[in-house]
């Protein structure tokens, strides 16, 4: 893993949420995406090497809107960046860690992505992602 991508932080509402992390780190979104397999509304910003990402659910069966009623707002998942996501998939299963899916597929952001599953990250939910080419 080359470097953190970013980290996802679930919230209720992009339209209170947005101005509010504009403000805080001095800069604008750079780009807001519907991703219509996850349910989800995208929000990203530029921070130095990496990004934060704030996660709208759109259902109210989804993940985010379970995630936010079951924690609250707040941090989602850490993303990592790799190189060859099918190659570093295969080293980590040899290692014994374990993925909610093995299979790649595309996030926001063109990317192709996949999680491990927390409970072999000490809690903790990891992206790992890979430009698409």
Same mark, same amino acid.
């Given at each position: 893993?080359?470097? +953190?991508?970013?980290?996802? +932080?679930?919230?209720? =509402?992009?339209?209170? &949420? ?18 219509? =397999? ?8 530029? #921070? ?19 995630? +936010? ?8 998942? !850490? ?21 909610? &899916?093995? #299979? /790649? ?7 192709? !992505?996949?999680?491990?599953? /927390? ?12 430009? +698409?080419?």
């Amino acid at each position: 893993m080359h470097k +953190i991508d970013h980290i996802a +932080i679930a919230v209720k =509402s992009l339209a209170l &949420s947005i101005p509010l992390f504009e403000k805080m780190l001095g800069n604008s979104c750079y780009k807001i995406e519907e991703v219509a =397999s996850e349910n989800v509304k995208t929000a990203f910003f530029q #921070t130095g090497e990496s990004k934060v990402e704030l996660l709208e659910g759109m259902d109210p069966e989804g993940v985010i809107t379970k995630f +936010i009623e079951k924690k609250g707002e707040g941090l989602h998942h !850490i993303a990592f960046g790799v190189q060859d996501l099918v190659v570093k998939i295969d080293e980590l299963k040899k290692e014994g860690f374990e993925f909610i &899916s093995e #299979t /790649p597929k595309k996030g926001a952001d063109n990317k192709l !992505i996949v999680f491990l599953h /927390p409970k072999c990250t000490n809690g903790v939910l990891v992206e790992l992602c890979q430009d +698409i080419k």
